[in-house]
């Protein structure tokens, strides 16, 4: 017995050693002049990173970042409404009605191994989702790509394609290279060095640390710092190392950072909300009573506290517009009628809405020729989406005396019953890049019957005017005309509401800007600080200073 | 007599464990949700913006139908354990599960592991002395105070601690494994910072769980000091320490030590909540993971682990019961 608590007192020495060991250091200090770091503390990728860099390949949970080291031929700019600009591609042009595009490509862009980047690599590239439709989720629309001459290619297409060239910019469809991965088993490599055209390198690889080295040799420019390193973190610890300094940059939602976290130092703690052009609505399954009458959405419609929403959430001023399109993004492209408008609750317009429709409401359900109906709101309730389910709930009974059900499920059962269109109303988000990709999803091409599984459109949503404004858009490019088509679309979901937006859809971005500066901000950008984006992420680390140089 | 009572056992726990892996298998598949959404999902959370049609397209027809010939893939499956391939993880695609588990398993079973026994000694030694002399001045305030700390809920206690002693006090690190910025091998150095990083952990665990084992420890104890034998040995004029441990406690610890059999297999599944909230690099967040993200190789990889570790557990349990207690010898 006594010889066990002489081990046990052994080990309790140890572990105070421990203790009071190495003093806590900031991951981020680097080493003298010559190293600067950049640390991102990743809360959503759980507590150990896997080394995996098959980028292709159809993973979700592939190595962290790893589109900073292989990159996309084109860049969305969400700042412009998510208007598609050039990256790796320089420039491009549509011919054949569309059908066909001719991407000139950079001649500046080397591998990180020194060879060049040339169309050869780029056909490799756009070819491995046709061979291979089984592997590449990036799900792609050409059929197929040829050279022209070491820095052009020809993309071929069925249909039209003018709205879908933002594909070139999606992160699931970089540029690798074919000299390395054509001799590769893409079913079993794991790419461990992974070789790109992007401005790092795989420096180091940890369960818990992933260091990536800064080239000299970008073709976008010099890198102000010469490592960057992702480390896996809490959500809870995270604000702990974001005030400590550990972290120098985040991306997580933080409900009262303004005063937990901003007003503790306003320069050096910077927490940006930047909208992703997307919104949380409420979306009627318009292929069933009640809602597939306009006059039972309109009257829902007119009756969301919006405002009681985002006080909930902590996010004031961010209750959405009719539209869905936040104006932050599509200033120019909002039909200035509904440009900073924001539905307040109007019992009185709901309930003539509701009578106009020869509905009426009794003991909480919805009556029309003596059929009654009680619907129910299908919410995620991973999302912890319940309380705002609530609200909404309470202010429909409080307005039309309807009783709304709520109907919460944990993430696998709220997505089949959303594309199974078992639901009254949902909500859920809506978004997409450009007016385009925001309303594409109201197309009755991906509407299927209820209790089949849908892609898109799980509201259920078919008006042949919409398709053909949406078919439009689909076959040109003229910026001008787009917009009228855009402004055509706003019409239509602010007058028939096939679905009804709540609040705007951000990007959280948590800066601690004691090491770096020249972040961008909210009111001021042109690319946004957040980390995933690719090209977006890349610009933000161009342009940043190391504070005091 | 014996060797039958161990022949029963074994046989028990090889139909156990063939039960266990047709249930690995068949459990996730009746979940509901499939691996599809789960990507779409973790796509749209990775990048922050909506998946494009063709995107989920794809996804679907490459994850679509996971309730395709079920019977086919048992077969498939038996086949891969057969030859002890635990398969190759969806959402880590190509990288298979044995990899994965093998670079969280040691973590989980330090950490866990450690803490689990000394959770147990701790609190079963201070159950005996509790029980030992009920009503004592020690009794009157181990006993509410354990009641008290097995009802604050754990995470609680571990958030608290990170926030007191990692962000407050500046004591230990925020988060993480070991200072990654050293290389990991045999060092003194790194080893140190193995030390550093999981004491905080490994202290929160302990002090939430020891109330457990004390409190079951206590009120064994209490019912048996009244026991013939114990007045008996005592008569004897047996040192006292040596009838509280001998006597008393040999016979109260047996329902314990069944649980700590238990426990200790669980320590396998890792400590889910401690790995979060710590970002600690064990095998707990890898089953949380798969489970949210419907990744069933990974899923059954490490259910099988946990259900075999249980079983073993229990297996080494029943054995050691054959020493510890004579009548099942007797009745064996």
Known sequence: MRSRWRVLLVVGAVLAAGCSGPAAKPAGSGGGAAEASVVYGKTDGGTTFVRNYNVMGPATDKAPNMELVYEPLMRVDYGEGGVVKPWLAESWTFSGQGKQLTIKLRKDVTWSDGQQFTADDVVYSLGLPIEKPDFSIAGVTYKSVQKVDDSTVKVVFAEPSYATLNQFANILLPMVPKHIWSTQNLNTWTNPDPIGTGPFTLEEFKPQQITLRARTDYWGGKLPMTTYKIIPTSADALKAQLLKGDIDWASASWPNGEKEYVAKDPDKHLYQLYSNGGAMSVLFNTAKAPFDDVHVRRALALTIDRTAVVTTLQRPGTEAGPTGLSDQ????????????????????????????????????????????????????????????????????????????????????????????????????????????????????????????????????????????????????????????????????????????????????????????????????????????????????????????? | MRWAFLARRLGFYLAAAAAAIGLNFLLPRLMPGDPSSAIVEELERVSGQQVPAETLMSIRAIFGNPHANLAQQFADYLRQLSHGDLGVSVVNFPVPVADLVRQALPWTLLLVGTTTVTAFAIGTLLGVVAGWKAGSRLDAILTPFTTFLSSVPYFWVALLALWIFGFVLGWTPLSGGYDADLSQGFSLAYAVSVLHHGVLPAATIVFSAFGGWLLGMRNMTVTTVREDYVLLAQAKGLSPKRVMFRYAARNAMLPSFTGFAMALGGVVGGALLTEIVFSYPGIGYLLYESLQKRDYPMMQGVFLLITLAVLLANLVADLAYVLLDPRIRARG
């Open chain 1, 329 to 549: 993004l599509f200033a120019d492209w909002l039909d200035p009628a509904y440009k900073g408008k924001v539905q307040k609750v109007d019992a009185a317009a709901a309930k003539a809405e509701l009578a106009a429709g020869g509905w009426t409401i009794d003991n909480g359900a919805l009556v029309k020729d003596g059929k009654r109906y009680q619907p129910s709101i299908l919410f995620n309730s991973d999302w912890g989406w319940g309380n705002y389910a609530d609200i909404l709930i309470n202010t429909w009974k409080q307005n039309l005396g309807l009783q709304v059900k709520g109907a919460g499920q944990p993430s696998a059962g709220y997505y089949d019953k959303q594309n199974l269109g078992q639901f009254d109303l949902a909500a859920a988000s809506t978004g997409g890049s450009g007016v385009y990709g925001v309303y594409r999803f109201l197309s009755s091409s991906f509407k299927v019957p209820i209790g089949k599984s849908a892609t898109l459109n799980q509201g259920r949503w078919s008006d042949p005017t919409t398709d053909s404004i949406l078919a439009s858009m689909e076959r040109t490019d003229n910026v001008d005309q787009l917009k009228t088509l855009g402004r055509e679309l706003q019409k239509i979901v602010v007058d028939k509401v096939p679905f009804s937006p709540i609040y705007n859809n951000f990007y959280f971005v948590d800066i601690n800007a004691t090491r770096w500066t020249g972040w961008p901000t909210p009111d001021d950008f042109d690319h946004i600080p957040f980390v995933g984006m690719g090209p977006d992420t890349i610009l933000t680390m161009l342009k940043l200073q190391r504070r005091g140089s």
